[in-house]
T-cell receptor
């Protein structure tokens, strides 16, 4: 079946602009996760959704970052007033949640803030 | 807070030799430990995982060991091949929410 998809694959934006990144999880996966991977670095947890609610948003680096999930499916990560330090690959992952552990990753969105 | 340390950051081995990557976690409530392989420009792919009720797991040339008392777990790759060259990440599941806390990654280079 289809895997996790993300769009756009690449996004170049000017400092100060807002961006929206989209994640389509695997059908039936109730849990959805956003991570950030800076160049040559590890994966940094941002936020976790179970259904449409976010029980853990402890990784969001500032109030410029927000995320929502609707219909228990698609999620959007929004970064307002982008800064150069926001440049990274944003990865989304999903799994069945609760009783299931393995997370399946999407291809990521490479964000470049100029 | 929750933390996972991973060593070494880079590792070069000759083809056919073994490679070992080690991780230490801080949250004693962690109960799931996956290992992901990430090739350049690609998404992370799960290669092996272990749960806290198991001490060792093997899948062909790959094995993972877990020492819950010491909060250590390790990835072992035997008979390495050039296609094993990639960045490997360990992770520990955060207690309760199933989020992963990732290590900083190990860049493995297998020399032909």
């Amino acid at each position: 079946g289809a895997g996790v998809s993300q769009s756009p694959s690449n996004k170049v934006t000017e400092k100060g602009k807002d961006v929206e990144l989209r994640c389509d999880p695997i059908s039936g996966h109730t849990a959805l996760y956003w991570y950030r991977q800076s160049l040559g670095q590890g994966l940094e947890f941002l936020i976790y959704f179970q259904g449409n609610s976010a029980p853990d948003k402890s990784g969001l680096p500032s109030d410029r970052f927000s995320a929502e999930r609707t219909g228990g499916s698609v999620s959007t990560l929004t970064i307002q007033r982008t800064q150069q330090e926001d440049s990274a690959v944003y990865l989304c992952a999903s799994n069945r949640g609760l009783a299931s552990y393995e997370q399946y990753f999407g291809p990521g969105t490479r964000l470049t803030v100029t | 807070g929750e933390n996972v340390e991973q060593h070494p950051s880079t590792l070069s081995v000759q083809e056919g030799d073994s490679a070992v990557i080690k991780c230490t976690y801080s949250d004693s409530a962690s109960n799931y430990f996956p290992w992901y392989k990430q090739e350049l420009g690609k998404r992370p792919q799960l290669i092996i995982d272990i749960r806290s009720n198991v001490g060792e797991k093997k899948d062909q040339r790959i094995a993972v060991t877990l020492n819950k008392t010491a909060k250590h777990f390790s990835l072992h790759i035997t008979e390495t091949q050039p296609e094993d060259s990639a960045v490997y990440f360990c992770a520990a599941s955060g207690s309760g929410t199933y989020k992963y806390i990732f290590g900083t990654g190990t860049r493995l280079k297998v020399l032909a």
